[in-house]
């Protein structure tokens, strides 16, 4: 019987890819792509075989047998391994890392009675059968020109579509998929959307009209079971339309023919840890690899999209208006909170519009970036604050939980009875958060139904989808919320949107805090007014003179953009710079340094800048201290040839220090 090598990617860190024997069966010859069940480190574990080999460069009293190749699943695309090899690469991680954590976890135990079980199960299932939509609404002119420009675009053509909020951007994407669906057959199309929240809406919206077409969901909050099915039918071309969050990008779809990223601006399209992957910038690279339209929508594009739009390289599509008939932008208002000093929170201009709203049963929306009840308590007597003890950062008061919080370490305290320095009886919470102006609103309007949505108050499976619909069928006169509630939502009954606390991000350190700021106020903003009753917007301030909030009143993204990017080029910030970022991090600060300096030393390169180490802003978290390094070059192949050579470097220095290196980073 003949044998052949194995060249099979582990989920390993450094080298991830190792040689095995096979033992061919007639008629069953291994293909590049299938998975295959191995012996590792004393374990059986799934891999995935990148080549099939004669022979092989491991001595023969060395090399192990593969166990089983997975040969009841088709062999993962040459197209997917082109596409996770390039993610590689680019973010310098090993192969293994990349291709095989996507994959969903039964497909990667060393029983196989899940993936048979879900075979059977989707081979019962129905496939698309017809394509039609049903129940299309007539689109207005600006819709029907942008919707017959992607659904008509051929080749490798990015566009990016801009339109305000409420233009009806989903419409849009709705013909288009139309179109291509129509026109190719068994076509794939991925759809993506930044968070799992705004997976039922689109959803509910797309089977209603695609009846006849298979949709298959991917994101971190499916059960396993469910995850598989789906994944699988992707894989088998059987799902025609995909919509997933960021790691959807990764999934196997060997007919997609046109990508469409939803709020391509919002920053979870980047992953913050592992493989610190950009979904967005993957689906450019997807896209241009099988020559396909991409969409990328937005009301507020990020500079990095603006500028290649502006630059020629995307096509721009606009959409000025919004879609619902008589609807407008809401009018933005300054409250300066010097003159119309808050009580609990609110100015006295807030609680007459809030007033107004609950007069007329129409909902309002007060939104806040800050969880829990105040972010620090302190004691008057002796200046005690609640610090946290592992982290450079206050523990944030939760009341209801009775509970203080650090929400970097999650560590947990009861909420002290004394002031643990000087015993002192009466500890201040200082500051607000959503649940402290919840509460400040149950006491100034008690009649009102009140509802608090963000990271505590949905901790349980399916209850963020509860408290939207709740608010969706108008059960709700006041949503409090943290940026949950100001992506992507159409709230038919909102009218009203308050702005609490926004001036800290005017003065950050981090350059993209202001483009940070300018979306979300946009956006948030744009949640009101959308069904077409006349709409404002109050942003509580000490800073009205700004010249941000003069463009979010005008809602002029365009002028706003335009000077951002102005600055940036000026200062040589992304996107006119290419930046990677060597993160570190040690019990101590100067062993993190220390690592660092030494990264620095170890390596000159034309073209790239290698800064010094310093400290980041949050120094210390969970008892380790972390600093960072900068390095940067103006050309994106210097960089990446930099890097290659770096990072061997850097794998080979005996240190004890944890390291990563990100590409693209985001924050700095
Ligand atoms: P965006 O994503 O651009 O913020 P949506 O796609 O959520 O906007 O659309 C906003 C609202 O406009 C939705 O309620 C949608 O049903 C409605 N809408 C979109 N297109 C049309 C149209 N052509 N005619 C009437 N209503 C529309
Ligand atoms: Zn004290
Ligand atoms: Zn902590």
Known sequence: ??????????????????????????????????LVLVPFARREVVGLIVAVKGDTLVPLDKLKDAIAVRSQLAPLPERWLALVRFAAEYYQRPLGEVALPGLPKNLRVPKTVALDRAL?????????????????????????????????????????????????KTEVYLQACAQVLAREQDAQILILVPEINLTPQLEGNIRARFPGVMLATLHSSLAEGERMLHWLAAHQGRARIVLGTRLAILSSLPNLKLIIIDEEHDPSYKQQEGLRYSARDLAVWRARQLAIPIVLGSATPSLETWHHAASGRYRKLELRERAVRDAVLPTVKLVDMERDRPKDGLTSALIAALRGRLDRGEQSLLFLNRRGYAPVICCDACGWISNCTRCTAFMVLHRPEHRLRCHHCSLELRIPRHCPTCGNVDLQPLGRGTQRIEEGLAAMFPEARILRIDADSTRLKGSAQAAFDTVHRGEVDILVGTQMVAKGHDFKKLTLVGILNPDTALFSQDYRASERLFAQLMQVAGRAGRAGAASEVLVQTRYASHPLYGAVMRHDYDRFAGSLLEERRQAGLPPFMYQALLRAEAPALADAIAFLEAARDSMAFDAVMINDPIPMTMTRVHNVDRAQLLVESSSRPALQAFLREWIEILRGMKSRVRWSLEVDPLDI
Not at 3 to 30: K, M
Not at 127 to 143: E, R
């Open 1 to 34: 019987m003949a044998h052949c090598f194995l060249q099979v990617a582990l989920d390993t860190p450094l080298n991830s890819c190792f040689d095995y024997r096979w033992e061919c069966q007639p008629g069953e010859e291994p293909a590049v792509g299938q």
């Open 120 to 168: 059977k199960k989707l081979a019962k299932e129905a496939a698309s059968h017809d394509p039609t939509p049903s129940g299309m609404p007539v689109l207005n002119p600006a819709q029907q020109e942008a919707a017959s420009s992607i659904g008509g675009a051929q080749g490798f053509t990015p566009i990016l579509l801009y339109g305000v909020t409420g233009s009806g």
